[in-house]
């Protein structure tokens, strides 16, 4: 494993102690992905590590646990003492911890064999349960007995879905039934955890196979979602069943977290909204009533508002229809805005994807178009709204306006560009305006 020279400094200003690189640094490097941050472990006690890095910036909010974070060049990595645990009486956090000397000690009390590994560039490889056969076998299996490890810390049961989902990995059967049985325990999670786990994996590239495999675990904390397990579409554009739907669609996704969150909820409400028109499958409606849903879930998640309000936005306007004329793009754009409608048109596809296979290309190539009239709008600086107009209120009231005419001759004005009947040049613009005032032009 080459390292970044900081992590090398670590390690070896830690040199009179055992110490090692752990966790999901050596889990990637043994994969060949990208690794993203270092975590080290150490025989060296907190205040021993602390008189290591003397001078050096420190974060004690660990320190309780055996970690002291060195920050580094603005890098913050985290330190932490070999340690066992005592018992989890809350579900979620050791009731005390006690320190070791014995790496293979701390790596027992780990989730996943693939993160009970260690590594320093001269003692080679720590593997006390077979992590990196599980790692390059794509295999996510608990350290020890699953129930317990679980039992310990149910948020590890949502580690578990990031982690097949992110890594593509399959789940080890009797780790898989451990994280079923006991998804009920979730409800000793904090929403905000909760949350943070579920965004990993929706940005996963194994969506499907995980959320098919682990439906009951993901409706223990979002029951919106569990009426639409198993519930046939009767519609001919609709292969799959409005769960596999919805997963296909999230994975055929960009990796944008609001994208699929939208995606995630796109079709919630079609259970409840469900006809019989001439012999096929109807959801009058279920765009507002998914809306409803993601917005329930998203603020028992605690959500940031942000995040909830561009999700239900989207979901509110997925089924809108793709009209390709200027004049219709020009009007979504305004009501949504420019960022809006380039993710919406990203969910629109998504879903499109995920319809029977003989609808696809026909409604992805639709989408396409549709994102093309508006990209070539903008490259020519069309309006979309009032601000991108050349003159503005002041102008108005310079030619005469005052109170309600000032914003509904805006108004007049920009329908007129935006139907390509008045160029959006100062001139024209003032010429018009004060046509309206004169009682010209008014419509």
């Known amino acids: 494993m080459k390292l970044p020279g900081d992590v090398l400094f670590l390690l070896e200003r830690l040199a009179p102690h055992e110490v090692y690189l752990v966790g999901g640094c050596v889990r990637d490097f043994l994969m060949g992905r990208e690794i993203h941050d270092y975590d080290l472990t150490t025989s060296a006690l907190p205040f021993e590590i602390e008189r290591a890095f003397e001078g050096f910036?420190?974060?004690?909010?660990?320190?309780?646990?055996?970690?002291?974070?060195v920050v580094l060049h603005g890098v913050p990595y985290e330190i932490t003492t070999f340690r066992t645990e005592g018992g989890y009486s809350d579900g979620r956090r050791p009731d005390?911890?006690?320190?070791?000397?014995?790496?293979?000690?701390?790596l027992s009390r780990r989730d996943f064999t693939v993160n009970a590994m260690a590594y320093h560039p001269e003692r080679g490889l720590i593997d006390p349960f077979g992590g990196e056969k599980d790692a390059k076998e794509g295999m996510l299996r608990a350290v020890?007995?699953?129930?317990?490890?679980?039992?310990?810390?149910?948020?590890?049961?949502?580690?578990?879905?990031?982690?097949?989902?992110?890594?593509?990995?399959?789940?080890e059967e009797r780790t898989a039934s451990a994280?079923?049985?006991?998804?009920?325990?979730?409800?000793?999670?904090s929403s905000e955890r909760l949350y943070q786990e579920l965004c990993g994996f929706l940005t996963g590239e194994n969506v499907v196979r995980t959320g098919l495999a682990f439906s009951d675990v993901l409706f223990a904390f979002l029951p919106e979602l569990k009426p639409m397990q198993g519930f046939a579409q009767r519609n001919r554009h609709h292969l799959y069943n409005v769960?596999?739907?919805?997963l296909r669609a999230v994975q055929n996704a960009p990796r944008d977290l609001v994208v699929r969150l939208a995606l995630l909820f796109h079709d919630s409400g079609k259970p409840s909204t469900f006809s019989m028109k001439e012999g096929e499958g109807h959801f009058y409606g279920h765009a507002k009533e998914s809306a409803h849903f993601a917005d329930e879930a998203l603020r028992r998640l605690k959500a940031d508002n942000k995040t909830r309000e561009r999700v239900t936005?989207?979901?509110?306007?997925?089924?809108?229809?793709?009209?390709?004329?200027?004049?219709?793009?020009?009007r979504l754009v305004r009501k949504i805005g420019k960022e809006s409608f380039l993710q919406l048109t990203e969910v629109k596809k998504a879903d499109s994807s995920a319809l029977h296979p003989i609808f696809v290309e026909e409604r992805i190539r639709s989408i396409d178009t549709w994102k093309g009239i508006?990209?070539?709008?903008?490259?020519?600086?069309?309006?979309?709204?009032?601000?991108?107009?050349?003159?503005?209120?002041n102008d108005l009231i310079a030619l005469g306006?005052?109170?309600?005419?000032?914003?509904?001759?805006?108004?007049?004005?920009l329908s007129a560009v935006i139907d390509r009947t008045l160029p959006n040049e100062r001139e024209a613009l003032l010429d018009f305006a004060a046509n309206l005032g004169k009682g010209e032009n008014r419509t």
């Open 401 to 413: 306006f005052s109170g309600r005419e000032i914003g509904e001759g805006l108004e007049q004005i």
């Open 243 to 246: 769960w596999e739907h919805t």
């Open 144 to 171: 020890g007995n699953p129930f317990l490890r679980f039992e310990e810390d149910a948020l590890r049961i949502l580690r578990g879905l990031r982690f097949a989902s992110r890594l593509s990995f399959a789940v």
């Open 57 to 69: 910036r420190l974060v004690e909010t660990g320190l309780k646990h055996g970690t002291v974070t």
């Open 179 to 189: 994280m079923r049985a006991l998804a009920p325990r979730l409800n000793l999670i």
């Open 96 to 106: 005390t911890v006690f320190f070791t000397d014995k790496i293979e000690e701390d």
């Open 374 to 393: 508006f990209l070539a709008m903008e490259a020519r600086q069309a309006p979309f709204s009032l601000k991108d107009l050349k003159i503005d209120g």
């Open 313 to 330: 936005l989207l979901i509110a306007y997925h089924d809108y229809p793709v009209v390709l004329e200027e004049k219709a793009v020009s």
